[in-house]
């Protein structure tokens, strides 16, 4: 089955820019969705298809891809954007699979 | 606007099954643009897909967990549901539903998620 792979952790000085990666074969067909998640709260959509944020996510965070990898940008981090981000896609045989999670710190 | 919102036991005992209602308001499950989902994610752990239904029915399940999953929909009451039979301690975890926009793969409305603790 399709894996998605993310790095653990990552930090970002506040004001600055943060990319946060996830690769996986299933990304070279399908987009990545990412997701932001605070302690104790259910995750949230932040970026889905091509590049698209759901109403009331801000614009300083935003999606690429290119080949097997995706990515979540957010420029000028702020301290609000710390937590856990997921990216996730689906496959050809129509089977989601999730990344293991990447822990963001904004110092 | 569209809310969804989990229930069932919150303990369960070991070889025993799990079953959780997720109850869709605010909007009809029998939207043509969407499924449905169940994820879940143990106590510190990562996000886990379960699987997913579509209104009329057809399902898509985690490979690792298909023995042993069943997603229903009952649109009359405009919920669905999951079974996870034979659970174990390694099934405690926090179960969300969410709407999936299935040609995306995208997860776009989840509910609060329940926490399903497995012990005798």
């Known amino acids: 089955s399709s894996e998605l792979t993310q790095d653990p952790a990552v930090s970002v000085a506040l004001g600055q820019t943060v990319r946060i990666t996830c690769q996986g074969d299933?990304?070279?067909?399908?987009?990545a969705s990412w997701y932001q998640q605070k302690p104790g709260q259910a995750p949230v959509l932040v970026i889905y298809?091509?590049?698209n944020r759901p109403s009331g996510i801000p614009d300083r965070f935003s999606g690429s891809s290119s080949g097997n990898t995706a990515s979540l940008t957010i420029t000028g981090a702020q301290a609000e954007d710390e937590a856990d981000y997921y990216c996730?896609?689906?496959?050809?045989?129509?089977?989601?699979?999730f990344g293991g999670g990447t822990k963001l710190t904004v110092l | 606007q569209l809310q969804l919102q989990e229930s069932g036991p919150g303990l369960v005992k070991p070889s025993e099954t799990l079953s959780l209602t997720c109850t869709v308001s605010?909007?009809?499950?029998?939207?043509?643009?969407?499924?449905w989902g169940w994820i879940r994610q143990p106590p510190g752990k990562g996000l886990e897909w379960i699987g997913s239904?579509?209104?009329?029915?057809?399902?898509y399940y985690n490979p690792s967990l298909k023995s042993r999953v069943t997603i229903s929909v009952d649109t009359s009451k405009n919920q669905f549901s999951l079974k996870l039979s034979s659970v174990t301690a390694a099934d405690t975890a926090v179960y969300y539903c969410a709407r999936l926009l299935e040609r995306l793969g995208a997860f776009d409305i989840w509910g609060q998620g329940t926490m399903v603790t497995v012990s005798s």
């Open positions: 605010g909007g009809s499950i029998s939207s043509s643009s969407y499924y």
């Open positions: 239904i579509y209104y009329s029915g057809s399902t």
């Open positions: 298809g091509k590049n």
């Open positions: 996730n896609s689906r496959d050809s045989s129509g089977t989601v699979v």
């Open positions: 299933s990304l070279r067909s399908y987009y």
